[in-house]
Nanobody, 123 residues
């Protein structure tokens, strides 16, 4: 099993920035890729960004490309999501996930999930 714990969510003004963290523990050798997903109000869980743990290759949803940056610190077993220029529409619950297959944009490809962290963009 892989345990994932997100942190860093909170309240931010429109146009502001937040950095989310996802600390992994347990059988992390199972992890080939990780991703950030989000649930926006009234919408299904959607892919935001993914990263291959070994080589750091990244992928992004079009909706966040150029504003979000995913990264990882292998020594700390931690993944990050730097979010800039946040609009009101980015409000939602953000989840990190780990997969033994890769960093797919499909939620069902991920076996392990964190509990989620709330991001609220509001003035």
């Amino acid at each position: 099993q892989v345990q994932l714990v997100e942190s860093g969510g909170g309240l931010v003004q429109p146009g502001g920035s937040l950095r989310l963290s996802c600390a992994a523990s347990g059988s992390t050798w199972r992890r080939k890729g990780m991703g950030w997903f989000r649930e926006l109000p009234g919408r299904e869980r959607e892919f935001a960004a993914g990263i291959m743990w070994k080589d750091g290759a990244t992928s992004y949803a079009n909706s966040v490309k150029g504003r979000f940056t995913i990264s990882r610190d292998s020594a700390k077993n931690t993944m990050y999501l730097q979010m800039n220029s946040l609009p009101l529409q980015d409000t939602g619950v953000y989840y990190c996930a780990a997969s033994s297959r890769g960093s797919s944009a499909l939620p069902y490809e991920y076996e392990y999930w964190g509990q989620g962290t709330q991001v609220t963009v509001s003035s």
